[in-house]
């Protein structure tokens, strides 16, 4: 049975494969499972037929048969659990590629989704520019530890995984800052998840999604 997932009709990225729909995308694509898409608009993101697939009202969701599922992380984990090619054989490896599902999602993403949220909605606010500050502190501690930790390896255990997949994805949010181009080794990991096929496939079909929206 081919699973269904939601995505913007008009993603705000403007098809530059930061919507979250995207980390699904390349998680199907690494297992080569293929997938539908149906298009949601935001107005019809809060209607009750969405709302009983995600309570709030957001993108993505995945649906198969009877199962119903929202939150990147959890599809994604999902997928990585069904098919091989995203978690490794041994017990304890994929304890940790799921230990680095868990820190993309709720150490490093959450202090960057705070600063694109008051560089976009409150740049006219008095205290604009000293929280941005204070945001940008909080956030460059966190490259500098998993450069640290990174080193000179590919991936952060070992072989690629899901948690290279979601990590790979938080930092991208960060491209064009200078937090993640400041250490060579970090920029490197960013640089070889793109470039993976399944990645590439994704975004191409993101985008085209953004495409077609403005023809």
Sequence with gaps: ???TITAFAQSP????????????????????????????SFDEMKQPPHLALHPFGQIPTYEKGDLALFESG????????????LLPEDANAQARAV???????????P??????????HEPDRPWHQARLSLLEKRICVRPEQLSRRLGAADWLDGTFSA???LMVTVLRR??????????????????????????????AAQLAVFTASQG
């Design 1 to 3: 049975m081919t699973p």
């Design 13 to 40: 990225d403007r098809g530059q494969g930061q919507a979250r729909d995207m980390r699904v995308r390349w998680a199907l694509e690494e297992v080569g499972q293929p997938y539908d898409v149906r298009l949601v």
């Design 74 to 85: 959890a599809i994604v984990l999902h997928v990585a659990q069904s098919h091989p090619g």
């Design 99 to 109: 230990m680095w599902i868990f820190a993309a999602l709720n150490t490093v993403e």
């Design 111 to 120: 202090p960057i989704v705070e600063w694109e949220q008051a560089r976009y």
């Design 163 to 165: 948690g290279d997949l």
């Design 174 to 203: 960060l491209e064009g800052s200078g937090m993640v181009e400041e250490h060579p080794n970090l920029a490197r990991y960013v640089a070889r998840g793109k470039g993976r096929p399944a990645y590439q496939h994704a975004f």
